[in-house]
């Protein structure tokens, strides 16, 4: 049989690979619409990139992408890079999204000061919330942006028609950024870095202009193919403007005359906390929680998230389990979305609902929890390693024995003379084994020792006998005496 050599074995080509990934090895409409339409979505720099200039990135050292960047922008900097000033301010802003994410909500928080609400109002706001947001994480998020299951057209039409009111972009560009920000958490092409701050992941990286530097782009070759994402990104605008704003507003107003209730509190407000909830996914999903299954990345586990973004909080699961149809695991862990899904599954709505095995996720559990146990370890005294003491000869030994305090424990000399008076059996104990091969009587034959009389010992050592009968883990050496104590 012959063998295979390095030769005769093919290596993956980097650039073809990370242009499959990126999308960009064949023909996909563009991901950002043209027009205003596109300019709601994001800045069409931010995805002009090749396979190749991620390759370039991917492959270099921080040195010299560094270096690299420094020379590229050393006569002209883009204007994120530059500081804020009174002049420059207005070109640092990106004033559409200013409009959509501030003016008009804060407009509507002004006008609802003065209109007080009907009821029947607060409860088609409250309806349209629910319909929108829902729409946002079991639509966008988990159905496009990470296929966690596939749905039926109804479905799929209800979640892009009232996903269009959220006013957070159209499917297509909405599951291209997350896929980005999946692709490339906490580094400069995540679009809402959270390590750049609570503010910058929540809202700033949508107030302010992106550096076109950090551009990456995803394959979203799936999306492509769902008619029902290209028809909403195509009229996107239009849908947007309908859904969000005169949808609510006919509603209330033709069927119990509320038509300024139905603008402010079920389109303008309603839209406006959907926005606060999905922004918090960026932010206080990143900020406050636990980590129990990855601490390497800022993505958290806290219920309060989850009770804020429709269960979208689990997320320091969701960044290790992406394709997983559920964030919350536990049956008490509020989830809605997660409720959502599988009902919709039982209506014959919704198939092939994904799930990691548990095998997998409990591995990542155990792994986790390994890493802090090796942390809280490595703050411990546990003595020096054997293989870094010194090696002594018998007479050596000997010699010092007696006026330092040492005493042989499985070929390890000890310096015990700082515990005489500590020892719980009596100093006599102690000052009669000085100077001598004390392993049968630590070890169980005057007493047995519990575990934590095993680790004061090994902070004791001082050196190794020449050519002993080492062994470090003393507690073992204790319980193979004592067996052989009880056969004989």
């Known amino acids: 049989m012959t063998s295979i050599t390095e030769e005769q074995v093919e290596t993956v080509d980097i650039t073809k690979l990370n242009a499959i990934a990126a999308g960009t090895n064949k023909k996909v409409p563009r991901v950002v619409a043209a027009g205003l339409g596109g300019r709601l979505m994001g800045?069409?720099?931010?995805?002009?990139?090749?396979?190749?200039?991620?390759?370039?990135?991917?492959?270099?050292?921080?040195?010299?992408?560094?270096?690299?960047?420094?020379a590229k922008y050393a006569n002209k900097k883009h204007i994120s890079e530059?500081?804020?000033?009174?002049?420059?301010?207005?070109?640092?802003?990106?004033?559409?999204n200013m409009i959509l994410v501030v003016a008009i909500p804060a407009f509507g928080l002004y006008n609802a000061i003065y209109s007080p609400p009907q009821l029947k109002t607060l409860v088609l706001a409250f309806v349209m919330?629910?319909?929108?947001?829902?729409?946002?994480?079991?639509?966008?998020?988990?159905?496009?942006?990470?296929?966690?299951?596939?749905?039926?057209l109804p479905v799929r039409l209800f979640f892009a028609f009232f996903g269009a009111g959220a006013i957070e972009g159209s499917i297509k560009w909405w599951g291209h950024s997350h896929r980005i920000h999946h692709r490339y958490t906490d580094t400069p092409r995540d679009p809402y870095d959270a390590r750049r701050g609570f503010w910058f992941s929540h809202m700033g990286w949508m107030l302010t202009k992106a550096n076109p530097k950090n551009r990456a782009r995803a394959d979203?070759?799936?999306?492509?193919?769902?008619?029902?994402?290209?028809?909403?990104?195509?009229?996107?605008?239009?849908?947007?403007v309908f859904v969000a704003f005169v949808f609510p507003t006919l509603i209330a107003g033709l069927f119990w005359g509320d038509?300024?209730?139905?603008?402010?509190?079920?389109?303008?407000?309603?839209?406006?906390?959907?926005?606060?909830?999905?922004?918090?996914?960026?932010s206080l999903a990143h900020w406050i929680g636990v980590q129990p299954f990855d601490d390497r990345r800022t993505p958290r586990d806290h219920v309060l998230t989850a009770l804020v973004t429709f269960g979208e909080g689990y997320h320091n699961f969701h960044h290790e389990f992406p394709s997983d149809y559920r964030n919350a695991l536990k049956w008490y862990q509020y989830d809605p979305t997660k409720i959502t899904i599988w009902v919709l599954s039982k209506a014959g709505l919704a198939w092939n609902l994904k799930r990691f095995s548990q095998n997998a996720i409990e591995q990542g559990l155990l792994q986790q929890q390994q890493k802090k146990l090796e942390r809280m370890r490595n703050k411990l005294n546990w003595g020096s390693k054997v293989e870094e003491?010194?090696?002594?000869?018998?007479?050596?030994?000997?010699?010092?024995?007696?006026?330092?305090?040492?005493?042989?424990?499985?070929?390890?000399?000890?310096?015990?003379?700082?515990?005489?008076?500590?020892?719980?059996?009596?100093?006599a104990v102690?000052?009669?084994?000085?100077?001598?091969?004390?392993?049968?009587?630590f070890s169980g034959a005057v007493y047995a020792h519990s575990n934590a009389a095993h680790n004061l010992l090994a902070t004791m050592r001082v050196a190794v006998v020449k050519d002993g009968d080492i062994n470090t883990n003393t507690f073992d050496v204790q319980q193979e005496l004592m067996e052989k104590e009880k056969q004989s």
């Not at 300024?260 to 926005?275: M, N, P, T």
Request: charged residues 20%; neutral net charge.
């Open 43 to 70: 800045t069409a720099d931010l995805v002009k990139v090749t396979a190749e200039d991620i390759t370039k990135d991917s492959m270099e050292s921080l040195a010299e992408k560094d270096a690299r960047e420094k």
């Open 82 to 96: 530059e500081p804020w000033t009174l002049n420059n301010f207005t070109q640092k802003i990106n004033w559409l």
């Open 129 to 152: 919330y629910v319909f929108g947001g829902i729409s946002i994480t079991a639509g966008y998020h988990r159905l496009w942006s990470h296929k966690a299951y596939d749905a039926a």
């Open 220 to 240: 979203i070759s799936d999306l492509v193919a769902d008619w029902v994402v290209t028809f909403q990104h195509r009229h996107y605008l239009l849908l947007m």
């Open 259 to 282: 038509f300024w209730g139905g603008f402010i509190y079920a389109g303008i407000l309603k839209s406006f906390f959907i926005q606060q909830v999905t922004f918090c996914v960026n």
């Open 389 to 427: 003491l010194p090696v002594w000869t018998r007479e050596e030994f000997n010699e010092r024995a007696k006026q330092e305090g040492l005493l042989i424990i499985s070929g390890i000399i000890h310096n015990v003379k700082p515990f005489i008076k500590e020892h719980p059996g009596g100093q």
């Open 430 to 441: 102690v000052r009669a084994s000085l100077g001598k091969d004390a392993t049968r009587a």
